[in-house]
């Protein structure tokens, strides 16, 4: 009986702690560093993970802020990024850099870099970096939400950067919608960035 015991007292002991490792938390600190695409693991768009090069990522922290410093070629062109997040939610605005695609009249793809400014906050929980902003350019119908979410694989040498884009907008109620409507309605993007400790 005793033995028995014991058994399934070690084997519930074994089961938590799996369970625990599982639930633990990345520190703030173990996202810093410098960091590379891995190119293959990126994006859900073989035309646009082709345009871009040499991808890096350097992130520092000073008590609630995080810098983070992007460098990449970007069809042939060289471009450096600084970012600043606050964790305490304090928000923050910085430069954007959106990834236009315009459909030529021969259905080719054209791919554009550019810059927006965006107001965010940012916060860090269960282990992951979250940030959540807007950006409205002039000639938009409607603002964009863009939602990113900084996360470690559980050995930390992983990093994985998931991006949402989407309008907000609001649903029609008046039945479908017709052609000339579903051209002007904006779509949601997701972006997925892949990058391996150096």
């Known amino acids: 009986m005793n033995k028995i015991l014991l058994t399934v007292l070690l084997t519930s002991f074994f089961a938590l702690n799996i369970f625990a490792q599982k639930e633990k938390d990345h520190n703030v600190d173990e996202f810093c560093g410098s960091w590379v695409l891995d ?85 860090f929980k269960n282990g992951k970096i979250m940030r959540q902003g807007s950006y409205k350019r002039d000639f938009d119908q409607y603002p964009y939400i863009v939602e990113e979410i900084y996360s470690l694989s559980d050995d930390g040498k992983v990093l994985t950067i998931l991006t949402q884009i989407r309008a907000l907008t609001t649903e029609s109620t008046g039945g479908i919608l017709d052609r000339a409507e579903k051209l002007q309605r904006p779509r949601t993007r997701n972006y997925k960035e892949v990058f391996q400790r150096q």
């Open 39 to 123: 190119e293959d693991r990126s994006f859900v768009d073989q035309e646009i993970k082709d345009n871009f090069e040499d991808y890096k990522l350097a992130i520092a922290r000073n008590e609630s802020e995080l810098k983070l410093s992007q460098s990449y070629s970007f069809k042939g062109q060289t471009y450096d990024r600084a970012v600043n997040l606050w964790t305490d939610k304090k928000g923050e605005d910085n430069n954007y850099t959106i990834l236009n695609i315009i459909e030529l009249d021969n259905s080719r793809l054209f791919y554009k870099l550019e810059d927006v400014k965006l107001k965010s906050k940012s916060q």
